[in-house]
């Protein structure tokens, strides 16, 4: 049970410390385009990011066919692949 314990504590400071290390860069994007962010899109950009190189041209084809009049550009349809492996 310690060992756990230890090891949530251990997740959380890690995580606390990237989101420290990644807000300058996050705000920097935020204040580019305009958007005004929460406090977990440095751990949205991440998880976009690492979604991304999965996305297989097949499967962004197919998105991009099937929700056509929904997604207003690639980007969106990235997206969206990263909120179903969420």
Known sequence: MWW???LS?????IM???AGLL?????Q???????RRAWFAPWWQCWLQLCTPFLSW???WYLQQLSSH??????????????QCL
């Open 70 to 83: 929904t997604f207003e550009s690639n980007y969106q349809v990235d997206v969206f692949f990263a909120r």
């Open 29 to 35: 994007q935020s204040s580019q385009q305009g958007v």
């Open 23 to 27: 807000w300058p860069w996050v705000k």
């Open 9 to 13: 504590f251990w997740l959380v400071a």
């Open 58 to 60: 097949r499967y962004r």
């Open 4 to 6: 756990f314990l230890s």
């Open 16 to 18: 606390s410390l990237g």
